[in-house]
């Protein structure tokens, strides 16, 4: 089992930044690729970027691309979405999620959750 706990979520205005941390337990979490996903009001969950195991494989959505970085630190067992140039669009609640093996982008595609946190832009 791996246990997800993401924080950083909160209020901000339009073209704003905010840092999402997500603090795993459990299981080696260097083995694992760690993705975030976020859902607004009355829409799916939808895939906002993904980090393989070692951090030098990084993927992002279109939407987010040179405005949203993922990194992670494996000795802190933590992965970060650092979100620039907030827009009213990105206020969703934001997932990290893990899984084992590859990188995906489907929510089907992983195993473990968080519980979100709130992120609010308000234009």
């Known amino acids: 089992q791996v246990q997800l706990v993401e924080s950083g979520g909160g209020l901000v205005q339009a073209g704003g930044s905010l840092t999402l941390s997500c603090v795993a337990s459990?299981?080696?979490?260097?083995?694992?690729?760690m993705g975030w996903f976020r859902q607004a009001p009355g829409k799916e969950r939808e895939f906002v970027g993904v980090i393989s195991w070692s951090g030098r494989s990084i993927n992002y959505a279109d939407f987010v691309k040179g405005r949203f970085t993922i990194s992670r630190d494996n000795a802190k067992n933590t992965v970060y979405l650092q979100m620039n140039s907030l827009k009213p669009e990105d206020t969703a609640v934001y997932y990290c999620a893990a899984r084992y093996g590859t990188i995906g982008t489907l929510t089907d595609e992983y195993t473990y959750w968080g519980q979100g946190t709130q992120v609010t832009v308000s234009s």
């Open positions: 459990g299981r080696t979490f260097s083995n694992y690729f």
